[in-house]
């Protein structure tokens, strides 16, 4: 029951009538009309979405894709687990990263990096306070930016 591009009123020419696209504007069809247009569309999609499942489920068939996916994945999962339990990969890695974690917080009880870095923030924010206060650089690049039309 397709029409073709000329006589679809889903589709429209373009300009040159060398290429057609679908028209997605069915206000120009009655409501009814537009109603019909859009159950249409609505069949004509769920047709190609059910073709695409069709094929896909017929390659399948013919391959075993999901069946030979799932196994690989199987074999992945065994193969890592075997590995971990061989190499205590997994309590090596949290037994490392606990460590890393103990050794951030005596270097920083050491040499009181976070505070040191809370302070320079600070320290920097009063610092350009005091400069804004002094020479107005926020008014000023605002009042700046309006004569240009920057802003």
């Given at each position: 029951?397709?029409?073709?591009?000329?006589?679809?009123?889903?589709?429209?020419?373009?300009?040159?009538?060398?290429?057609?696209?679908?028209?997605?504007?069915?206000?120009?069809?009655?409501?009814?009309?537009?109603?019909?247009?859009?159950?249409?569309?609505?069949?004509?999609?769920?047709?190609?979405?059910?073709?695409?499942?069709?094929?896909?489920?017929?390659?399948?068939?013919?391959?075993?894709?999901?069946?030979?996916?799932?196994?690989?994945?199987?074999?992945?999962?065994?193969?890592?687990?075997?590995?971990?339990?061989?190499?205590?990969?997994?309590?090596?890695t949290?037994k490392?990263?606990?460590?890393?974690?103990?050794?951030?917080?005596?270097f920083?009880?050491?040499?009181?990096?976070?505070?040191?870095?809370?302070?320079?923030?600070?320290?920097?924010?009063?610092?350009?306070?005091?400069?804004?206060?002094?020479?107005?650089?926020?008014?000023?690049?605002?009042?700046?930016?309006?004569?240009?039309?920057?802003?």
């Amino acid at each position: 029951m397709s029409k073709t591009p000329a006589t679809n009123p889903l589709y429209k020419q373009d300009e040159n009538n060398d290429n057609s696209t679908i028209n997605t504007n069915a206000s120009h069809l009655g409501g009814a009309a537009a109603k019909g247009a859009a159950a249409g569309l609505i069949r004509s999609t769920g047709d190609a979405v059910s073709k695409v499942a069709s094929c896909a489920k017929k390659i399948d068939e013919e391959h075993h894709l999901v069946e030979k996916t799932k196994n690989a994945t199987i074999g992945i999962v065994k193969s890592a687990k075997a590995l971990d339990e061989k190499h205590g990969i997994a309590d090596k890695t949290k037994k490392a990263a606990a460590d890393v974690s103990v050794a951030a917080k005596e270097f920083d009880n050491k040499h009181h990096v976070v505070d040191k870095t809370k302070k320079a923030a600070h320290d920097t924010g009063v610092a350009l306070k005091n400069i804004d206060d002094k020479y107005h650089v926020v008014e000023n690049t605002k009042k700046g930016m309006l004569k240009t039309g920057a802003a």
